[in-house]
């Protein structure tokens, strides 16, 4: 049985409400008994639901493409609604497959135009240097029809959360999320027809100072930065069974008032007064008149864009394993794993007296059995619960902050506190899993469970280095070296695809990109391995998706980058002065100046032009923009030529001599011939054994190192850098007890202490070292694309032999055309291969140790069994 599944854009299936293409991209994947399949011919149908009409057909189309697909009917205005399925015809011949279960997009508002409301803001003048009490906002409507269709447009300036008639609308978590707000601001569309009613109806909002107002930025950061006024943008518009419709905006007739959350913010916590609380403030009927009015904001609506990526949703919630008292007395929580999100409370049927305060303050780590809040440095982290007569048996969620914890202080607790009064939720952006590792070694899976929840933790709306200390800044270097083991583990690419947008956006106008995006930070210096976010992120989506559309809308900005930097560079072609941040975290490196690492911060600035400059290439070669791919070619060999005169001796030592420059030689291809690789493999090869099999790289050599190795035919040396335990090492903070990745490998000693010469650097949950799960995936468990899209795939797991090494591994994701496997078990001297590729693709299978002839093979479930040759042993 042969049978197409259908999606739209990056969208999942069941996210397809108020997108804002007019031309939706189509993907389908074909699940199909068949052993080898191929699709040769399509058909996409598209309909007006609920008209009776013939949906129009594309007919037949003799095409293999199933991925991205252009949207084959007329474009979609605003509002606008289709059904639309699919069926495809095997290359075998034979029937049409069945149809795909129809799926139903609706574009959101694609026009300034078609926006009525305004942004409006609270009357009165706050005081915008500290934080102050949340403003709610509200408004009655009078429906004479039932609604039949009903569609709530919403953003804000600020962070928000809307009801109707006492309901939650929607479930998004810091809604609108942190864009480049000037440029890009993202507006939302829910569907809003079953939370109202003929005759009086209410809505209401509150706005927290989130991205927008709040503090970013460390050292007591700035306020402010985006603005000073928090504002709500609303439209409703109702669909009556007669075909009128109703539409009510945001304008000057809403009511303002402040409610019960008194203080919030995204790094120093929520504090709710339940006394102040309005009972009915978002239901018809309720008494405003002792609110303020608001006022329209005067703010331009062609920057309202709809939403790209997934948002961000409470994903998951974890009970306590332990709840102690500290030896100081304190009630401390543990959650057993270190996440971000946030706390909710249950109070007990007698919550006490009201004005009873509670406190929740956060950490990652424990010292002496307390809770250790200097790595958070100014971020307070504390939420505070004050009780009212009506909090018995009360649940309480701080709305518009979150924390990154493991532990949590609990103070002012009426009773005493069990594990069922409290539950750590967990949130962050609800991208789809696409990616799983396993292997016969518990504490290499227990590395990998760390990277899975280091990229839960700092996928919160942006790529963020960390979640927890007055920081959790878009990062541009981090999310550049981690992007590839993203992309395996989850579908990031609508996330990214947001993200590279604002990236663009706030790309100063010589090319430079700021340090993080959004740009919080203002810094106007490019560097190296952080700036090549702007390249090396689209490429990797592509590679990932099979999206050329992401390579599309960035070229300008990927150009612009590598103009600037060979503008940098001039005439002698290499960037060898200015501001680096080199290899960031060599463990080498004092832990005062993580800049000062073993590899000249300038080689590393030249081998990413270059690495740079081939992606640009290839992007213009891809985009057919043939003038601009040759000069881009040409470029990257002369950079290419200057690196060797510079950095590399005639018999193929490299400068610096480290580990990460052999690494950056040997996987951006710098070198010219066999035999400078060859030396350059062997030297790399001496340095990780000379370094005791211990990391000696920072956040530009950890990711590539095992990569290099096995290019050099160093696996051996490579699992043996994998299986360490001593630090610094991958292992070594397992061996700890860690729960997610750290951003140095001694964040605490070996007794347990907290490394106090780290104090102010020191973040438990930070992905960039996890950048080893994409060695994990395509060489440990062997699933490669290798191809954009994972069109065709390249299973070629490496092995190695020793005592204690790995007996099996598996590597699976979901690509877009369907889920793909590799997996191995060695038993004695025989190497058992398996491999499932998805319909539609093939694969090339690589043995071990030269055990076999590569193999290509079509789609379905292979199974090989390998004698390995016995000089491996
Ligand atoms: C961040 C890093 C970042 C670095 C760059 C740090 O504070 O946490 O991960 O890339 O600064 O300097």
């Known amino acids: 049985m042969t049978h197409p599944s259908l999606t739209v854009e990056h969208r999942r299936d069941d996210d397809l409400l108020g997108i804002g293409q007019a031309a939706p991209r189509l993907s389908w994947t074909t699940s199909t008994d068949a052993a080898g399949w191929r699709q040769a011919a399509y058909e996409v149908e598209v309909s007006i639901p609920g008209q009776g009409r013939a949906p129009w057909s594309s007919g037949r189309i003799e095409s293999d493409e199933s991925v991205l697909v252009a949207w084959p009917a007329a474009p979609l205005g605003s509002r606008e609604r289709r059904a639309v399925r699919v069926r495809v015809w095997g290359d075998e011949g034979g029937d049409a497959s069945a149809w795909s279960a129809p799926v139903t997009v609706e574009t959101g508002l694609l026009d300034p135009a078609d926006w009525s409301a305004h942004f409006v803001t609270p009357d009165g003048d706050d005081d915008t240097t500290a934080i102050t009490p949340c403003p709610y906002l509200r408004r009655e409507v009078e429906l004479h029809e039932p609604p039949q269709r009903a569609r709530l447009y919403v953003t804000a300036l600020g962070v928000y959360e809307v009801e109707i008639n006492g309901h939650r609308v929607g479930d998004h978590v810091l809604a609108p999320g942190w864009s480049s707000y000037a440029q890009r601001l993202r507006y939302e569309t829910f569907d809003v027809t079953e939370l109202l009613r ?78 102040l609380e309005r009972p009915g403030w978002s239901s018809p009927g309720f008494d405003d008149a002792g609110w303020n009015g608001v006022r329209v904001l005067d703010r331009a609506l062609d920057t309202l864009v709809a939403r790209v990526g997934p948002p961000v949703r409470r994903t998951e919630e974890i009970r306590p394993v332990e709840i102690v008292t500290s030896p100081s007395g304190r009630t401390v929580v543990d959650f057993g794993q270190n996440l971000v999100g946030r706390l909710r409370l249950t109070l007990p049927a007698d919550a ?86 396993e292997c016969s070694d518990e504490r290499v899976n227990q590395l990998h469970r760390n990277i899975v929840w280091g990229m839960r933790g700092n996928f919160l709306d942006v790529p963020t280095d960390c979640p927890q200390r007055d920081e959790r800044l878009g990062w541009t270097g981090d999310i550049q070296v981690f992007s590839p083991t993203a992309g395996f583990l989850y579908d990031t690419a609508g996330f990214l695809a947001s993200w590279l947008a604002d990236l663009a956006a706030d790309q100063y106008d010589n090319g430079v990109v700021p340090f993080v995006v959004p740009d919080a930070l203002g810094y106007k210096l490019g560097a190296a391995a952080w700036g090549d976010a702007a390249t090396i992120v689209p490429w990797v989506v592509h590679r990932h998706s099979g999206d050329v559309g992401v390579l599309e809308t960035q070229y300008p900005s990927m150009r612009a980058w590598v103009d600037f930097v060979v503008e940098m560079a001039g005439q002698n072609r290499l960037w060898d002065d200015g501001f680096q941040f080199g290899d960031w975290l060599d463990p080498h490196a004092p832990a005062g100046n993580p800049f000062d690492g073993r590899t000249d911060v300038h080689l590393v600035a030249s081998a990413y032009l270059c690495r740079s400059l081939d992606i640009v290439a290839e992007s213009a070669r891809l985009l057919g923009h043939d003038d601009d791919a040759e000069r881009y070619r040409s470029l990257a060999g002369e950079v290419r030529a200057a690196f060797l005169r510079e950095y590399v001796t005639p018999n ?42 211990k990391i000696a790289t920072g956040f530009v050599g950890t990711p590539i190192v095992c990569d290099a190795l096995c290019r050099a035919g160093a696996v051996s040396t490579a699992y043996q850098l994998l299986l360490q335990t001593e630090s610094p090492s991958w292992l070594h903070p397992v061996e700890l007890g860690a729960t997610t990745i750290w951003e140095r490998w001694d964040g605490l000693l070996p007794d347990g202490r907290i490394n106090p010469d780290a104090m102010q650097m020191n973040s438990f949950n930070h992905y960039a070292l996890g950048a080893i799960g994409d060695w994990l995936h395509r060489r440990v468990g062997g699933l490669a694309p290798a191809a954009p899209g994972h069109r065709r795939i390249r299973i070629a797991p490496v092995v190695d032999r020793a005592e204690g090494g790995l007996t099996w591994a598996t590597s699976r994701h979901r690509t877009p055309y369907g889920m793909a496997e590799s997996a191995w078990r060695l038993r004695g001297d025989t190497f058992e291969l398996s491999a499932i590729v998805p319909p539609n693709t093939t694969a090339t299978v690589v043995p071990p140790n030269g055990a076999g002839e590569p193999v290509e093979v079509g789609s379905g479930t292979h199974h090989w069994s390998y004698e390995l040759p016995a000089e491996d042993t």
């Open 198 to 275: 003929p005759g009086r109806n209410a809505i209401g909002a509150v706005l927290g100072d989130g991205w927008y107002r709040g503090t970013l930025g460390w050292r007591g950061g700035r306020r402010n930065i985006y603005g000073d006024r928090l504002a709500l943008l609303a439209q409703l518009e109702v669909v009556h069974a007669d075909g009128t419709t109703t539409v009510v905006g945001t304008d000057g007739s809403w009511h303002a008032g402040t409610g019960p959350i008194v203080r919030t913010g995204l790094y120093e916590g929520e504090t709710y007064d339940a006394r």
């Open 652 to 693: 193929g030592r490299v400068a610096s001599d480290s580990q990460t420059a052999y690494a950056l030689a040997l996987e951006f291809d710098l070198l010219p011939g066999d035999a400078e690789r060859e030396r350059a493999g062997r030297r790399l090869a001496e340095l990780v054994e000379e370094a005791g099999h």
């Open 352 to 437: 006490g007296p009201a004005g009873t305060t509670i406190t929740l303050r956060h950490a990652e780590v424990l010292q002496d059995g307390e809770l250790c809040t200097e790595p958070l440095r100014l971020a307070e982290a504390t939420d505070h619960y004050v009780v009212s007569d009506a909090s018995d048996g009360a649940a309480w969620e701080p709305r518009f902050t979150f924390h990154g914890f493991r532990y949590a202080e609990v103070e002012g607790w009426p009773g005493d506190l069990t594990a069922d009064d409290l539950v750590a939720v967990v949130c962050h952006s609800d991208m789809e899993r696409t990616g799983w590792f």
